[in-house]
């Protein structure tokens, strides 16, 4: 008999033992499948029915408007030197120039001969924006008390334009170049004859600085004064000559 009421009492526990594993199995696959949910809608018939409206789970929206593709980023291209013509950029590069004004003595020059007016010739070339080559020949005879200095120079410079304003542009500049000095002198005080003295070639320096006017492509005016500095020279072997003199001009140019 216990055997009996054990065996039904087995059947039992393994019966609600598998009835409640099959509905933790259902609930499992509910939630890992969920199905569409369903309302019942009553209807507006006298009889209170109702009507089973099985509802579809909301999809996200698609959107309506192409998708634009993102404009290509292009990559800005490398600059590259490119070389400018001078002949272009620079405009005329040649001037020729005759300048007048006053030239003042220092030193033993003063000595032999009085300031007096001077006149030059300049030749400028353009080589860039800032930079220019001068070239300037003169000859002066300076006379004092019958005796007088003379003098004959060919030199060379820079020229620097410091900066550009509207039609103005001041500059400075220097160089070197060749300077032929001589004399002429009374032997004595009693004596009205004059002797001259051998020319000597000696190296100098030069400095200027000055305005330019640009009035037109084809002339440009410039007021400058221009030092010159010869090296001291031997007047017949016995006499040392030494000093220097400054121009103050008017450099009317012509462009080409």
């Given at each position: 008999?216990?055997?009996i009421?054990?065996?039904?009492?087995?059947?039992?526990?393994?019966?609600?033992?598998?009835?409640?594993?099959?509905?933790?199995?259902q609930e499992?696959v509910?939630?890992?499948n969920p199905?569409?949910?369903v309302?019942?809608?009553p209807?507006?018939?006298?009889?209170?029915?109702?009507?089973?409206?099985?509802?579809?789970?909301?999809?996200?929206?698609?959107?309506?408007?192409?998708?634009?593709?993102?404009?290509?980023?292009?990559?800005?291209?490398?600059?590259?030197?490119?070389?400018?013509?001078?002949?272009?950029?620079?405009?005329?590069?040649?001037?020729?120039?005759?300048?007048?004004?006053?030239a003042?003595?220092f030193?033993?020059?003063?000595?032999?001969?009085?300031?007096?007016?001077?006149?030059?010739?300049?030749?400028n070339?353009?080589?860039?924006?800032?930079f220019?080559?001068?070239?300037?020949?003169?000859?002066?005879?300076?006379?004092?008390n019958?005796?007088s200095?003379?003098?004959?120079?060919?030199n060379v410079?820079?020229?620097?334009k410091?900066?550009?304003?509207?039609k103005?542009?001041?500059?400075?500049?220097?160089?070197f170049?060749?300077?032929?000095?001589?004399?002429?002198?009374?032997?004595?005080?009693s004596?009205?004859l004059?002797?001259?003295?051998g020319?000597?070639?000696?190296?100098?320096?030069n400095?200027f600085?000055?305005?330019?006017?640009?009035?037109s492509?084809?002339f440009?005016i410039s007021?400058?004064?221009h030092l010159?500095?010869?090296?001291?020279?031997?007047?017949?072997?016995?006499?040392?000559?030494s000093?220097?003199?400054?121009k103050?001009l008017?450099?009317?140019?012509?462009?080409?």
């Amino acid at each position: 008999m216990k055997n009996i009421l054990s065996l039904i009492y087995g059947l039992m526990l393994l019966s609600v033992g598998l009835f409640y594993f099959q509905a933790s199995a259902q609930e499992t696959v509910q939630i890992a499948n969920p199905q569409p949910s369903v309302i019942v809608q009553p209807t507006n018939s006298a009889a209170p029915q109702g009507k089973i409206i099985r509802v579809q789970p909301q999809q996200p929206a698609q959107a309506t408007q192409p998708m634009t593709q993102p404009a290509p980023v292009v990559a800005p291209s490398q600059s590259k030197l490119q070389f400018v013509n001078p002949e272009t950029s620079l405009g005329r590069r040649h001037m020729v120039g005759v300048g007048f004004g006053q030239a003042f003595l220092f030193g033993d020059y003063s000595s032999w001969g009085e300031d007096s007016l001077a006149f030059d010739l300049y030749y400028n070339f353009k080589s860039s924006f800032m930079f220019q080559l001068v070239a300037n020949l003169h000859a002066h005879k300076f006379s004092f008390n019958k005796e007088s200095f003379s003098t004959k120079s060919f030199n060379v410079g820079v020229k620097a334009k410091i900066f550009d304003y509207d039609k103005f542009a001041p500059f400075f500049g220097g160089g070197f170049g060749f300077y032929f000095p001589s004399a002429e002198r009374m032997l004595s005080s009693s004596n009205t004859l004059v002797t001259e003295s051998g020319t000597e070639s000696v190296f100098g320096v030069n400095a200027f600085v000055g305005l330019d006017l640009d009035l037109s492509s084809r002339f440009s005016i410039s007021f400058m004064s221009h030092l010159h500095k010869p090296f001291s020279a031997s007047i017949d072997g016995q006499t040392e000559l030494s000093g220097a003199y400054l121009k103050l001009l008017i450099v009317p140019y012509f462009k080409f």
